[in-house]
Protein backbone atom coordinates (compact mmCIF):
# COMPACT_ATOMS: atom_id res chain seq x y z
CA UNK A 1 0.00 0.00 0.00
CA UNK A 2 1.16 2.96 -0.45
CA UNK A 3 -0.32 6.86 0.54
CA UNK A 4 0.05 9.87 -1.87
CA UNK A 5 -0.44 13.57 -1.24
CA UNK A 6 -0.39 16.39 -3.72
CA UNK A 7 0.52 19.66 -2.73
CA UNK A 8 1.66 22.97 -4.50
CA UNK A 9 -1.43 23.58 -6.54
CA UNK A 10 -2.81 27.28 -6.53
CA UNK A 11 -4.09 30.23 -8.68
CA UNK A 12 -1.21 31.78 -11.44
CA UNK A 13 -1.67 33.62 -14.10
CA UNK A 14 -1.18 32.41 -17.69
CA UNK A 15 2.41 31.95 -18.38
CA UNK A 16 3.47 31.94 -15.15
CA UNK A 17 4.99 28.59 -13.24
CA UNK A 18 3.93 26.01 -10.22
CA UNK A 19 5.31 23.21 -9.09
CA UNK A 20 3.75 20.31 -7.16
CA UNK A 21 4.86 17.67 -5.57
CA UNK A 22 3.53 14.01 -4.74
CA UNK A 23 5.13 12.84 -1.41
CA UNK A 24 4.39 9.19 -0.84
CA UNK A 25 4.43 6.84 2.49
CA UNK A 26 3.76 3.36 2.65
CA UNK A 27 5.82 0.93 0.62
CA UNK A 28 9.48 1.54 -0.99
CA UNK A 29 8.71 4.45 -3.84
CA UNK A 30 10.97 3.38 -6.26
CA UNK A 31 8.67 0.37 -6.89
CA UNK A 32 6.71 2.17 -8.59
CA UNK A 33 6.24 4.10 -11.74
CA UNK A 34 4.75 7.25 -10.96
CA UNK A 35 2.22 9.36 -13.27
CA UNK A 36 -0.03 12.74 -13.01
CA UNK A 37 -2.77 12.83 -14.25
CA UNK A 38 -5.84 15.95 -14.70
CA UNK A 39 -8.92 16.17 -14.58
CA UNK A 40 -11.23 19.68 -15.57
CA UNK A 41 -15.03 19.94 -14.65
CA UNK A 42 -17.21 18.04 -16.72
CA UNK A 43 -14.09 16.43 -18.74
CA UNK A 44 -12.18 12.98 -18.69
CA UNK A 45 -9.36 12.02 -16.32
CA UNK A 46 -6.16 13.02 -18.30
CA UNK A 47 -2.62 11.83 -18.70
CA UNK A 48 -0.09 14.59 -18.32
CA UNK A 49 3.30 12.81 -17.75
CA UNK A 50 4.66 9.70 -15.94
CA UNK A 51 8.66 8.68 -15.36
CA UNK A 52 9.54 5.19 -15.01
CA UNK A 53 10.68 3.55 -11.06
CA UNK A 54 14.03 4.68 -11.74
CA UNK A 55 13.42 7.98 -12.83
CA UNK A 56 15.47 7.17 -16.22
CA UNK A 57 12.50 7.49 -18.51
CA UNK A 58 10.04 10.40 -19.10
CA UNK A 59 6.37 10.35 -20.72
CA UNK A 60 4.57 13.30 -21.61
CA UNK A 61 1.17 14.28 -23.57
CA UNK A 62 1.89 16.25 -26.17
CA UNK A 63 0.16 19.32 -24.75
CA UNK A 64 2.28 20.30 -21.82
CA UNK A 65 5.59 18.45 -23.82
CA UNK A 66 8.23 21.27 -23.54
CA UNK A 67 6.38 22.95 -20.89
CA UNK A 68 6.46 20.61 -18.10
CA UNK A 69 9.10 18.40 -16.43
CA UNK A 70 8.25 15.42 -14.20
CA UNK A 71 11.10 14.18 -11.71
CA UNK A 72 11.30 11.97 -8.54
CA UNK A 73 13.32 11.53 -5.91
CA UNK A 74 13.52 7.94 -4.54
CA UNK A 75 15.68 8.83 -1.68
CA UNK A 76 13.06 11.43 -0.55
CA UNK A 77 10.09 9.77 -1.82
CA UNK A 78 8.96 12.57 -3.78
CA UNK A 79 8.00 13.33 -7.39
CA UNK A 80 7.47 16.57 -8.65
CA UNK A 81 5.68 18.03 -11.92
CA UNK A 82 7.66 21.35 -12.82
CA UNK A 83 4.68 23.26 -14.89
CA UNK A 84 6.02 26.62 -16.96
CA UNK A 85 3.98 28.70 -19.47
CA UNK A 86 0.42 27.79 -17.69
CA UNK A 87 -2.08 27.86 -19.93
CA UNK A 88 -5.82 28.44 -18.97
CA UNK A 89 -6.75 25.04 -20.30
CA UNK A 90 -4.52 24.07 -18.04
CA UNK A 91 -6.81 24.47 -15.22
CA UNK A 92 -7.82 21.32 -13.68
CA UNK A 93 -7.38 19.07 -10.39
CA UNK A 94 -3.86 17.78 -10.78
CA UNK A 95 -3.41 13.70 -9.20
CA UNK A 96 0.00 12.06 -8.26
CA UNK A 97 -0.37 8.03 -9.24
CA UNK A 98 1.45 5.34 -8.99
CA UNK A 99 1.37 2.12 -11.09
CA UNK A 100 3.78 -0.98 -11.88
CA UNK A 101 7.38 -0.34 -11.94
CA UNK A 102 7.20 -2.32 -15.17
CA UNK A 103 3.62 -0.73 -17.06
CA UNK A 104 3.70 0.10 -20.50
CA UNK A 105 -0.01 1.69 -20.74
CA UNK A 106 1.56 4.62 -18.61
CA UNK A 107 -0.70 6.75 -19.98
CA UNK A 108 -4.03 4.78 -19.09
CA UNK A 109 -5.63 6.29 -15.70
CA UNK A 110 -6.81 3.01 -14.82
CA UNK A 111 -3.55 1.00 -15.18
CA UNK A 112 -2.50 2.53 -11.99
CA UNK A 113 -2.79 1.45 -7.98
CA UNK A 114 -2.34 4.34 -6.22
CA UNK A 115 -3.95 7.77 -6.15
CA UNK A 116 -3.45 10.97 -4.38
CA UNK A 117 -6.03 13.18 -3.66
CA UNK A 118 -5.70 15.76 -6.18
CA UNK A 119 -4.46 19.35 -6.12
CA UNK A 120 -6.55 22.26 -7.99
CA UNK A 121 -4.31 24.35 -10.80
CA UNK A 122 -6.23 27.52 -11.73
CA UNK A 123 -4.31 29.30 -14.63
CA UNK A 124 -6.26 32.81 -15.37
CA UNK A 125 -6.01 34.57 -18.36
Known amino acids: QVHLVESGGGLVQAGGSLRLSCAAS????????VGWFRQAPGKEREFVAA????????YYADSVKGRFTISRDNAKNTGDLQMHSLKPEDTAVYYC??????????????????WGQGTQVTVSS
Open 26 to 33: GRTFNDYT
Open 51 to 58: ISWSGGST
Open 97 to 114: AAGPPDMWNKTIARAYWY
